[in-house]
Structures are given as C-alpha cells and as structure tokens.
C-alpha cells in the first residue's frame, strides 16, 4: 500500500515549456486534489475533482489544467510554464469530497522550478 | 466563507518544555477542524481532528488540541516538546455541512525545538 505518489519529484523547466504532474493513489478513495506550497502562503488548492469523470477550480486554477484519468490517478498539467508557478505540488486524496469526517492523504510533492 | 488564521509563522521552544501553537478560524456553521505536521521535504500528515464530541482531542505522538467554541480556536499542545517535534504545523477548517467541502489551510507554523 503506497499511499498517494507523485512523480516526478524534481523538475526544472524554461519559462514557456510544458509538463505534465504525475499523481495515483491506491487507497480507493473517491475524491483528489492538486495543491501548491509557497513559502508564507501555506496550500492553496489549483483544482480537485470529487469523484471519478469530475473537476472542478480552486483557489488558483490560472495557468493549468487538470484530468482525471481514472479513480487511481490525478495529473496536474502546466501548458506553458511560467516563473510564477515556481512551487512544491501536493497531489491529495480523500475518501469522500473534502475528507467528510475522514482526512487527506497527502504524496511526498514535486518541486517545480521555472527559469 | 471559512478561514484559518495561524498567528504565529514560528514557535520556539526548548525540549521538555510544554508547546502550544496557535489556530483560530472562522466558519458559517459548525467547524471540523484538522492540524497535519509536515516535516522537511516530505507531504503533510494528519496529527488529529475535531467533528463534534469532547472539546479536548487527541492525536499521534502525544500531541492534542482544544476546540474553544466561543474563541473559535483550536490550538495544538503537547505537554514535553521533543526535538522530533521539530517541524512545520498546519491547521485546517472546513464547514461542518453545507458550504464549501474542501478544507482551508493556514499558512503554517514552524515549530523549533531546542536541544
């Protein structure tokens, strides 16, 4: 029982360069998350999808794009990076839509960093 | 809506001694309130929770928070700080029903605990 993983867990990229954020989790929970980490902000949430075939934007949606490809899996796409979104990425999970009585589950995050 | 606020962005305090990092929130209704601890380079864990029930809650690694209604605070506490402890705090607020189902974090709190 991994948990949540993501992959990769280093990136650098070039401003204008796109990659895909890479999340599974084999807990069978219905609902994930995408977050970033900023120093003095905390976690703010870019986008969540509830259940599986749903998505929907969070706080600071601006600049990706999300799919849910399946129940396991949760992908974070950046089309064209940008040295904003230089961040650490959580990929979480939960069992129903904001955890219900339950908690996330958070991966180890992928640190992003754009030139 | 609902907020967290984390007053403290450090707390200091030497090994043995009590600790206590500080959380209140706001909330239309009745909160379920969340602290997970992180520690370096790695993704949030959950430590406890409050849904309802007895206002003291305990959690792993010996630590417990107080839900306080009227002061609408859920601080962390752990009577003799390790310096395991060591890391950063984070508290979370969701509205118990109806309104958003995704939790709000605070922005953090750095715990150091000297030797």
């Known amino acids: 029982n991994a948990g949540v993983t993501q992959t990769p867990k280093f990136q650098v990229l070039k401003t204008g360069q796109s990659m895909t954020l890479q999340c599974a989790q084999d807990?069978?929970?219905?609902?994930m998350y995408w977050y970033r980490q900023d120093p003095g902000m905390g976690l703010r949430l870019i986008y969540y999808?509830?259940?599986?075939?749903?998505?929907d934007k969070g706080e600071v949606p601006n600049g990706y794009n999300v799919s849910r490809l399946n129940k396991r899996e949760f992908s974070l796409r950046l089309e064209s990076a940008a040295p904003s979104q230089t961040s650490v990425y959580f990929c979480a999970s939960s069992f129903l839509l904001g955890g219900g009585q339950e908690t996330q589950y958070f991966g180890p995050g992928t640190r992003l960093l754009v030139l | 809506a609902q907020s967290v606020a984390q007053p403290e962005d450090q707390v200091n305090v030497a090994e043995g001694n009590p600790l206590t990092v500080k959380c209140t929130y706001s909330v239309s209704g009745n909160p379920y309130l969340f602290w997970y601890v992180q520690y370096p380079n790695r993704g949030l864990q959950f430590l406890l929770k409050?849904?309802?029930?007895?206002?003291l809650v305990k959690g792993s690694y010996g630590f417990e928070a107080e839900f306080n209604k009227s002061q609408t605070s859920f601080h962390l506490k752990k009577p003799s700080a390790l310096v395991s402890d060591s890391a950063l705090y984070f508290c979370?607020?969701?509205?118990?029903?109806?309104?958003?189902?995704?939790?709000?974090f605070g922005r953090g709190t750095s715990l150091i605990v000297h030797p």
């Open positions: 999808s509830a259940s599986e075939g749903t998505t």
């Open positions: 979370a607020v969701r509205e118990g029903s109806g309104g958003s189902y995704i939790p709000t």
């Open positions: 409050y849904i309802t029930g007895d206002n």
């Open positions: 807990m069978n929970h219905n609902s």
